[in-house]
């Protein structure tokens, strides 16, 4: 990077090198240089490094760049590039931690509802978690209508989340969930461990997925991360997210040119072939309005549309409104 840089675009290459490493940590260097290459006017060097950006608009290339990463892996990319922003606390936090305890305050404990239909697993966890000097249970679901009554009431930080209920789907519960509340965090903890289930969890808005067969010291590590703004997957997971994303469906435009739409882009698509407003959109995802109308204005751009009626049309006529079931 020129060493005659203003001190505040300095600040951006050293925020936008933060972000990358930590993903070359998650995922390996070739993943993550691969998406951050694709970035305009961004040079990273093959440590993660970045070289060179957009010295006139710096904050574009930060941007630009998560939403990049969040196209791979979904919300919950956002909690690490946050995390990134800031690693000096992370490090100061691990070092004053206590070897047992975790990195809140007891006096602050991580208020979590446990959500699961078979009452001898759901009391397990939940005898396991509630001794924790960080963690409260602060209640017990065993379905859908009841994870939704008892989040809205007793307002968890995080919801341990199981796929599958007598009376529909975690996905169901996480939907409504963070339609209403949108900073609970939820984590599944089930027995799917296939990519349908996982890839959808992620789209729905969930922060960490787990497996049944965890380890107690896993999982309570798992939880204890997402509280503080990571992301609860595992390496392996971030990389079969990856390889999702590398396999999404590709357009290809009246004029042979190939066009990639995003895994945000093609999730608005869909909202708006069930009719949804900008408002709506916005409320489910957790963004802005404007945000919503600039992912709208990419999608016509990228395909050469005039209206949405005309996007939903193509992407009906290509089978990308077609859901995990």
């Known amino acids: 990077m020129p060493d005659n840089l203003p001190s505040e675009n300095s600040h951006y290459g050293e925020l936008l090198t933060s972000i990358v490493k930590r993903f070359v940590r998650l995922v390996g260097a070739s993943a993550a240089l691969g998406v951050a290459r694709k970035v305009p006017l961004l040079m990273v060097d093959g440590e993660g490094n970045v070289l060179d950006f957009n010295q006139a608009d710096p904050l574009s290339n930060v941007t630009i760049l998560l939403d990049h990463y969040r196209a791979v892996f979904g919300e919950a990319t956002m909690t690490l590039a946050h995390q990134a922003a800031n690693p000096t606390a992370g490090v100061i936090e691990e070092r004053n931690a206590p070897e047992t305890g975790s990195l809140l305050s007891p006096m602050f404990p991580i208020k979590i509802l446990v959500v699961d239909d078979h009452i001898l697993f759901r009391e397990g966890i939940a005898n396991m978690l509630d001794p924790q000097p960080d963690m409260q249970v602060v209640g017990q679901a065993s379905s859908v209508k009841e994870a939704i009554l008892m989040t809205r009431n007793l307002k968890p930080g995080l ?161 990308l409104l077609t859901r995990v079931p």
């Not at 969930?177 to 965090?185: F, G, S, Y």
């Not at 497996?211 to 107690?216: G, L, M, S, Y």
């Not at 390496?235 to 997210?241: E, G, K, N, P, S």
């Not at 963004?287 to 549309?305: A, G």
């Open 159 to 319: 919801v341990l989340m199981d796929m599958s209920l007598p009376d529909g789907t975690g996905l169901e519960a996480t939907q409504a969930i963070l339609a209403e509340l949108p900073m609970t965090k939820i984590v599944f903890l089930t027995v799917h461990d296939n990519d349908e289930t996982l890839f959808a969890a992620i789209r729905v808005g969930a922060v960490g997925y787990l497996f049944k067969n965890v380890r107690v010291t896993e999982l309570l590590r798992t939880l204890r991360g997402v509280a503080r703004g990571e992301a609860g997957i595992s390496r392996l997971m971030a990389l079969r997210v990856l390889d999702e994303f590398s396999r999404l469906p590709q357009i290809t435009n009246e004029s042979s040119e190939t066009v990639t739409l995003t895994i945000r882009e093609i999730e608005i698509v869909r909202q708006l072939a069930d009719g949804a407003t900008n408002h709506e959109i916005a409320r489910k995802f957790s963004i802005s309005e404007s945000t919503v109308k600039n992912h709208v204005r990419n999608v016509l751009s990228k395909l050469h549309l005039h209206s949405r009626h005309d996007a939903v049309s193509y992407a009906r006529s290509r089978g």
